[in-house]
């Protein structure tokens, strides 16, 4: 691992997180919004256990906080789909586009 | 070109094309196969970067279990088997607009801080594997090692009452059939 330091994994989270941030912006679908989500919090996760691995005084942290992050991931998607499927039953669609009777 | 280096490109363009297909795909479950390979590309870097117990954990609790549960969701909601919701063409340029600018955003500030931070000859050793990870969320008392108990109960609890809060939200109520 000695050729390799922090950067190129930076680099790399930032794509991921680009394309969850396009995700989000982008998909009509509420469980393709669902999906941009995880993207983007995997792309931080990355950075935690980046700069977990390459500064000493964080290497016990960056996991800590890395597996605290997939834990509550988990339980955001459980509701996050809770919500869908509500949406789902009430409405007929999963369309976000039709989810507008908060409208002015 | 060391084996790190060749490794950790091939991770790299196998997570990008993945991320590229999750955003670019029509269908919900060409998306969801696509964010499967990415998922398990972040997690052979985890194990490229030493975090061995980290990887095992994105590789059970991430692919098999909230992918699995996206799945599920997406097959659920799913109004035909073939159905594409489009996006308008204006809306992917601003979308476009947006991401491009917080990657050039986060791209600028990671090779700057590339020079500042003491690169891979000065940390030396492998990331800490089950054992002391363990011992911390367990918060056995050590002098120079900091506790998560609390913090280890605390998500424990959430996760339990969370999952009970979803599968009350997602009973199954009087459905409306899909408009056709």
């Not at chain 1, 190129?8 to 794509?15: R, V, W």
């Not at chain 1, 394309?19 to 792309?43: F, P």
């Not at chain 2, 095992?56 to 609790?61: E, S």
């Amino acid at each position: 691992m000695t050729a390799l330091g922090p950067t190129p994994f930076l680099l790399l989270a930032a794509f991921l997180f680009a394309c969850g941030v396009l995700c989000v912006a982008t998909k009509r679908n509420a469980v393709g919004v669902l999906m941009g989500v995880e993207l983007v919090l995997n792309a931080a996760n990355l950075n935690l256990v980046t700069f977990a691995r390459f500064r000493p005084e964080f290497r016990l942290e960056g996991q800590v906080f890395a597996v605290l992050v997939i834990v509550l991931a988990a339980a955001e998607a459980a509701v996050a789909l809770a919500i869908i499927l509500n949406f789902y039953n009430a409405r007929g669609s999963v369309d976000v586009d039709t989810a507008d009777h908060l409208k002015g | 070109m060391t084996l790190e280096l060749a490794l950790f490109a091939i991770l790299a363009a196998a997570v990008g094309v993945s991320a590229v297909g999750v955003v670019a795909s029509g269908t919900i479950v060409r998306s969801a196969v696509w964010l499967l390979f990415t998922l398990i590309g972040v997690a052979f870097v985890y194990f490229l970067l030493g975090a061995a117990f980290l990887g095992a954990a994105q590789l059970i609790v991430y692919v098999g279990g909230t992918l699995v549960l996206v799945v599920f969701g997406g097959m659920l909601t799913a109004g035909g088997p073939f159905e594409a919701l489009k996006t308008k063409r204006a809306e992917w340029a601003v979308g476009l607009l947006v991401a491009g600018g917080l990657f050039a955003l986060l791209a600028s500030v990671s090779l700057q801080l590339g020079g500042a931070i003491p690169t891979a000859a000065d940390a030396p050793a492998e990331l800490p594997g089950p054992g002391p990870l363990g011992l911390a969320f367990l918060g056995v008392p050590d002098g120079k090692r900091p506790a998560y108990l609390l913090v280890f109960e605390i998500v424990s609890v959430h996760l339990l009452v969370v999952l009970i809060g979803a599968a009350y939200l997602a009973r199954p109520t009087k459905r409306v059939p899909p408009p056709q």
